[in-house]
Nanobody, 116 residues
Framework: QVQLVESGGGLVQAGGSLRLSCAASGSIFSISTMAWYRQAPGKQREGVAT???????DYPDSVKGRFTISRDNAKNTVDLQMNSLKPEDTAVYYC??????????WGQGTQVTVSS
């Protein structure tokens, strides 16, 4: 089994920054894609940042230019730097990985609250 542990969530004022971190451990077989998703109350879970094993990143327009995803392949960690936060960024943020066998694992989530 794979365990993902997120940290770094919290309460921040609009315009502020937060950095989320996620550490993977357990039976990891060559992580392929690492990503962050979020889910706001009453809304579907949506992807906010993806990074491949080669370092290629992708973001939706809603966070492009404000969020930056990075990974450390040696440590099996993935971070999400979030700048210029907006109240609409308020959500539970989840770390997820996909291994070489296309198996996906999820973290437990960390709350991010942006006050106006």
């Amino acid at each position: 089994q794979v365990q993902l542990v997120e940290s770094g969530g919290g309460l921040v004022q609009a315009g502020g920054s937060l950095r989320l971190s996620c550490a993977a451990s357990g039976s990891i077989f060559s992580i392929s894609t690492m990503a962050w998703y979020r889910q706001a109350p009453g809304k579907q879970r949506e992807g906010v940042a993806t990074i491949t094993s080669g370092g290629t990143t992708d973001y939706p327009d809603s966070v492009k230019g404000r969020f930056t995803i990075s990974r450390d392949n040696a440590k099996n960690t993935v971070d999400l730097q979030m700048n210029s936060l907006k109240p609409e960024d308020t959500a539970v943020y989840y770390c997820t990985i996909v291994d070489r066998y296309s198996r996906r694992s999820w973290g437990q989530g960390t709350q991010v609250t942006v006050s106006s």
